[in-house]
C-alpha cells in the first residue's frame, strides 16, 4: 500500500520555465489537496479537489493551475515559475473530511533560479 | 472564511514538565480540528482530531487537547515531555463537512534535556 506518491521529489527550474508536479493516492479517497510549505508561513493550500471533476482555490492559488485526472490522481502545474514559488510541496488525500486525517506524501522541494 | 493561528512561533520546555502549544481558531461554523507534527524532513503525520462530543481529544504519542468553545481555542498538550517531542507542531482546521482545510503557520517546539 503506497499512500500517496509525489513525483518528483526534487526539481530546479529556471524563471519562466513551466513544469507538472505529480500526485496519486492508491487509497480511493475523493478529496485531495496541494499545499506549500515555507519557512514562517507554515503549510498553505494551494488549491484542493472535493471530488473527480471538481476543483476548487485555496489561499495562495495564483500562478497555479491544477487537474483532478481522475479519482486518483491530482496534478499541479506551475505555468511559468518564479522564485517566490521556490517550496516544499506536499500532495494530500482524504476519504471525507468528517472524521478523517489527511494522509500526505513525502514532499517535492522544488528551487526556482 | 476559516482561520487558524498560532500565536507562538517556538516554544522551549524542559524535559519531564508539562508543555502547550496554543491554536485559536475562526470559523462560521462548528470546526473540525486537527493537530499535525512535522519531524525533520518528513511529512506531515496526524496526532489527533476535535470532531463532536467530548472536549478533551486524546491522540498518538501521549498528546490530548482540550476543545474550548468559548475561547475558540484548542490546545495541545502533554504531561511530560521527551526530548523526542522536539518537532514542528501544526493546528489545522476546517468547517463542519467542508472539504477545505487550513493549517497554522506552525509552532518548533524545543524540549530541553
Known amino acids: 500500500n503506497a499512500g500517496v506518491t509525489q513525483t518528483p521529489k526534487f526539481q530546479v527550474l529556471k524563471t519562466g520555465q513551466s513544469m507538472t508536479l505529480q500526485c496519486a493516492q492508491d487509497?480511493?479517497?475523493?478529496?485531495m489537496y496541494w499545499y506549500r510549505q515555507d519557512p514562517g508561513m507554515g503549510l498553505r493550500l494551494i488549491y484542493y479537489?472535493?471530488?473527480?471533476?471538481?476543483?476548487d482555490k485555496g489561499e495562495v492559488p495564483n500562478g497555479y493551475n491544477v487537474s483532478r485526472l481522475n479519482k486518483r490522481e491530482f496534478s499541479l502545474r506551475l505555468e511559468s515559475a518564479a522564485p517566490s514559488q521556490t517550496s516544499v510541496y506536499f500532495c494530500?488525500?482524504?476519504?471525507?473530511?468528517?472524521?478523517?486525517?489527511?494522509?500526505f506524501g513525502n514532499g517535492t522541494r522544488l528551487t526556482v533560479t | 472564511a476559516q482561520s487558524v493561528a498560532q500565536p507562538e512561533d517556538q516554544v522551549n520546555v524542559a524535559e519531564g514538565n508539562p508543555l502547550t502549544v496554543k491554536c485559536t481558531y475562526s470559523?462560521?461554523?462548528?470546526?473540525?480540528l486537527f493537530w499535525y507534527v512535522q519531524y525533520p524532513n518528513r511529512g506531515l503525520q496526524f496526532l489527533l482530531k476535535?470532531?463532536?462530543?467530548?472536549?478533551l481529544v486524546k491522540g498518538s504519542y501521549g498528546f490530548e487537547a482540550e476543545f474550548n468553545k468559548s475561547q475558540t481555542s484548542f490546545h495541545l498538550k502533554k504531561p511530560s515531555a521527551l526530548v523526542s517531542d522536539s518537532a514542528l507542531y501544526f493546528c489545522?482546521?476546517?468547517?463542519?463537512?467542508?472539504?477545505?482545510?487550513?493549517f497554522g503557520k506552525g509552532t518548533r517546539l524545543h524540549i530541553l534535556p
Open positions: 494530500a488525500s482524504i476519504p471525507t473530511v468528517y472524521n478523517s486525517p489527511l494522509h
Open positions: 487509497m480511493n479517497h475523493n478529496s
Open positions: 479537489s472535493a471530488s473527480e471533476g471538481t476543483t
Open positions: 470559523v462560521s461554523g462548528n470546526p473540525y
Open positions: 476535535y470532531i463532536t462530543g467530548d472536549n
Open positions: 489545522a482546521v476546517s468547517l463542519n463537512r467542508d472539504d477545505k482545510i487550513i
